[in-house]
């Protein structure tokens, strides 16, 4: 008996065997999913469709692993792939982006907790980061002075800090202020106080603040 796929004379092992061998069968039948996949895509597509069906897991492993053995095929068919269906894949993203919005808020905010309860003074060092940078002041804290000298509490009056609400800030919000200010954001020129005290502070200096504070509490005196 002939072999279809190497053309070798060879004897069957059973009644139904056509190829000499599993290797010769596996390229025949390679060769013929190439040729309908040149004069039938659709067809093609449905059986890659159907392929994938019968184990995803599978199916997904092969992938991973063949890109994996591959990164510079994966890499250009990624390109032609973008390049062929650019206004597709766009479409398709923003169509993800605002059907998921809620979705994606709500791990933002989770996000936002637990990096918040790791480190409370992360985003306040970033933001200070880039106004120093607009500003043009220097800028030297590190993550390490922010876990020396974060406490809990307002630095000048001792009050518990508490976390903002849908990113608004708490009248006891923590905030990082500069003790001189525009002098820049360095070690020996930052501190942690609460926001409302920050923000009644203002442009002036401590001796400012304590001089309106002493006058506003003579003028109404708590009961």
């Known amino acids: 008996m002939i072999c279809p796929s190497c053309s070798k004379d060879f004897e069957p092992s059973q009644t139904q065997q056509k190829f000499c061998s599993k290797r010769c069968k596996n390229r025949a039948s390679n060769a013929k999913i190439a040729a309908q996949r040149k ?5 093609y597509q449905a059986y890659k469709k159907a392929l994938y069906a019968r184990d995803p897991e ?11 053995a591959n990164p510079e ?3 250009a068919i990624d390109t032609r792939s973008l390049e062929k269906n650019r206004d597709l894949i766009y479409a398709r993203n923003r169509a993800s982006h605002h059907q998921n919005k ?3 808020n709500g791990k933002r905010k989770i996000l936002y907790r637990s990096s918040y309860e790791d480190y409370p003074w992360l985003f306040m060092l970033r933001a200070a980061k880039i106004r120093a940078a607009k500003l043009g002041i220097p800028y030297s ?5 922010a876990t020396q000298r974060w406490t809990g509490r307002c630095e000048l009056t001792g009050i518990p800090f508490v976390v903002g609400i849908n990113g608004r800030p708490h009248f006891h919000s923590p905030s990082l202020d500069q ?18 005290l920050n923000q009644f502070k203002g442009i002036g200096t401590d001796e400012d603040m304590y001089r309106v504070a002493q006058v506003l509490v003579s003028r ?4």
């Open 39 to 43: 004069t039938d895509p659709e067809a």
């Open 102 to 104: 809620e979705q994606r």
């Open 141 to 145: 804290l590190t993550e390490e002075w």
């Open 58 to 68: 599978a199916a997904a492993k092969r992938i991973r692993d063949w890109r994996a």
């Open 220 to 223: 109404h005196p708590t009961k």
């Open 73 to 75: 095929k994966a890499r």
């Open 179 to 196: 003790v001189t200010p525009r002098a820049g954001y360095t070690p020996d020129n930052c501190r942690f106080i609460i926001w409302s």
